[in-house]
Structure formats: structure tokens, C-alpha cells
């Protein structure tokens, strides 16, 4: 009986080395593969962790000179995080507070640098729009229209679809073409909730073209039926 034992044992122990032969480099590989792929999830995990919070300090640099009206250093920390951490969503917040911090201090082109740079590199439509209505702005003001029709082109996200429409009318205003830009303040306040605060900048707008904000709010009125009674 132990000797019929000893053969199973011999058996089983033969075909586990013959599964091993055929099979275990595969399994190593599938195993050291597996680990891998935990390892480099904790690094990545690691390292966007370590990203950010060392983008969120560059951040409040940005900010904090910023507050302190020193555009020099705003423009130093700005580019430090662009070069460093420019997919970050602080490096597109900084642009954006760089651009406004800079416009304040008179340096439109470095303001509209930085505005250029958030809605080319941005991932976030959101931050690309206000990029693209900011440098729209300050290209109005230099009367750049063309430049700035350029940047108010094409599809905006639904909630900026009126202040889109908004500042194109401001520039066909400016260009002294009245009747796009009421074609583009209306498309602004019919776009626009009725309870937004802005939607009142529209109508003072629409008013001083002549146009009465109230008869665009009022629901149309019913076709008259045609024809004679029979």
C-alpha cells in the first residue's frame, strides 16, 4: 500500500514539473506584471500627491504677490509653474490671476500672454472660456476687434453662451455696427437666466440701442386665424 503511494506521489510530482516547464515562466511574468502595475499605481498615486501640494504652494505664491501688487514676482512664480507643474489645474488658476494681476498694473501683454497660454493649454473648458472672455476683453480695449471677434469664435460651454454673445456685442458696439451688436445682446439676454445679475447690464445695453428689453421678455403673441367666419 505504500508503495502505490509512493507512485501517486511520484505522479503528481512529475506532472507539477511538467506543468512548471510548461507554464512558469508565463505565470512569473503575469505575477511580476501584476505587482508591477501596483507598484506604479502607488508611485503615480505618489507622485500626483507630490505634484500637488508642491503646485499648491507655487500657487500661493502666485497669490500672495499678487495681493501685494508685486507683478515682477508674479510673473517669476507664474512662469516657475507653467515650466514645473503645467498640467495642474493651480498652473491654469495662476494664469488666470496672473493675467488679471497684470492687467491691473497696465502690462496688457503680459496679461494676454498668460490668458493665451490658459485657453491653449488648459483641460478644463471651463477655465478656457473665462481665458478666452478675459483676453477678448483686453483685446477690445486695444482695439484689436478682429483678434478679439477671434477669440469669441466658435463653441463655448452652455453657461458662458451668453456672456459669449455678450462681449461680441460689445465689440461690434465699439465698431460701430449697431445691428449685429443687437443681434448679439439679444442672443446674450435670451440666453441668460432671468434671475442673473448681469442679465440688467444686458438690457441697459439693448435700451441704449433702442431696443426694448421687456417686448423681447414677453411671450409671443397668438397668430390671428385667417380666413372668414363661416
Not at 472672455?133 to 453662451?161: C, H, M, N, V
Not at 449697431?178 to 441697459?204: C, I, S
Not at 414677453?218 to 367666419?229: H, I, M, Q, V, Y
Amino acid at each position: 500500500m505504500a508503495k502505490h503511494l509512493d507512485l501517486e506521489e511520484q505522479e503528481q510530482l512529475a506532472e507539477i514539473k511538467h506543468f512548471w516547464n510548461e507554464y512558469g515562466n508565463l505565470i512569473t511574468w503575469v505575477v511580476i506584471a501584476v505587482f508591477g502595475s501596483i507598484a506604479a499605481w502607488n508611485g503615480w498615486n505618489y507622485w500626483q500627491r507630490t505634484q500637488g501640494a508642491q503646485a499648491a504652494a507655487m500657487f500661493d505664491e502666485v497669490e500672495r504677490a499678487a495681493a501685494g501688487g508685486d507683478v515682477t514676482r508674479v510673473e517669476r512664480a507664474f512662469s516657475d509653474m507653467k515650466d514645473k507643474f503645467g498640467r495642474t489645474t493651480y498652473a491654469q488658476q495662476a494664469g488666470l490671476l496672473a493675467a488679471k494681476s497684470m492687467a491691473d498694473k497696465g502690462n496688457a501683454e503680459g496679461a494676454k500672454a498668460a490668458l493665451a497660454w490658459v485657453a491653449d493649454k488648459s483641460s478644463d473648458e471651463g477655465y478656457q472660456a473665462l481665458a478666452r472672455l478675459r483676453l477678448a476683453a483686453i483685446l477690445l480695449e486695444a482695439k484689436s476687434y478682429d483678434e478679439a471677434l477671434k477669440q469669441l469664435a466658435g463653441e463655448f460651454p452652455k453657461e458662458f453662451e451668453g456672456l459669449a454673445a455678450d462681449r461680441r456685442g460689445d465689440v461690434y458696439a465699439a465698431q460701430g455696427k449697431k445691428a449685429e451688436a443687437k443681434a448679439e445682446y439679444t442672443r446674450a439676454f435670451r440666453t441668460m437666466d432671468e434671475r442673473t445679475e448681469y442679465r440688467r447690464l444686458v438690457e441697459v445695453k439693448l435700451s441704449a440701442l433702442g431696443v426694448d428689453p421687456q417686448q423681447l421678455a414677453a411671450p409671443a403673441a397668438p397668430a390671428a386665424s385667417g380666413g372668414a367666419k363661416p
